[in-house]
């Protein structure tokens, strides 16, 4: 598989099988993961994989603070956020498309919170990973953990996997840092769930659109 093909195969996957990937695989994956570019060469990124048990009770942990009422408290201020213009409405777009395969109307709200509970299952993917950095960096070094996770994806797609990058995954931190020896001083930036795509599963119809090229590219000669 190139690159072409790679960028063209992945998508947000939401529906997975159960079977675990082989450790000798996950490890080839990550260890190639990390020949990924940054500035500097700082590699600002910290990865915890949970899976098995560990990612059954950690799911129980988050649902619990979920369950509690407790106010989410990520680090690093969500991508949703302050959104305004073209940027808002395609925010909607990616509700709507999302909800209307999934058959939920906008005034459906509790099927819509049901279906925003599905990021802390992981989808029922059978591996969630943490994608953490120091919390005094910023936006910049964001950059690099944006390339890691890229590099990371197509990896998975070349390996037949299938993924899904979750923001959400760092607004509830402390049952991960409980159950991970995630470095000091380090913030969530985001998780991804991972694994063999439920091919069929109606949650994986979802496909999103992307803008024509002339509003997103200039070229000036």
Known sequence: MNVSDAL?????????????????????????????????NT??????VVSGQARKDLQAAIFEEIMSGKTPSPVFTPGDSGLSGVYKERQYQCAFTYYGVMGIERHEK???????????????????????????????????????????????????LASCPQGALAFY??????????????????????????????I????????PLTDLVQFID
């Open 204 to 211: 994986n119809d979802v496909i999103m659109d992307r803008d």
């Open 173 to 202: 931190p402390d049952p991960v840092f409980k159950i991970a020896n995630i470095p000091e001083g380090n913030a969530i930036v985001c998780g991804i769930s991972f694994g063999y795509e439920d091919v069929g599963a109606r």
């Open 8 to 40: 063209k195969t992945r998508r947000s996957i939401r529906g997975y099988k159960p079977d675990p990937v082989a450790p000798e695989l996950l490890e080839k994956i990550f260890d190639q993961a990390r020949l990924a570019p940054s500035n500097c």
């Open 110 to 160: 509790e099927k819509r919170q049901q279906l925003a509970l599905k990021n802390w299952e992981f989808f029922d993917a059978p591996h969630v990973a943490f994608i953490s950095m120091p919390a005094s960096m910023g936006p910049i070094n964001a950059i690099d953990i944006g390339l890691y996770l890229q590099t990371l994806m197509l990896l998975l797609v070349e390996n037949g």
């Open 43 to 48: 590699q600002p990124w910290h990865t915890v």
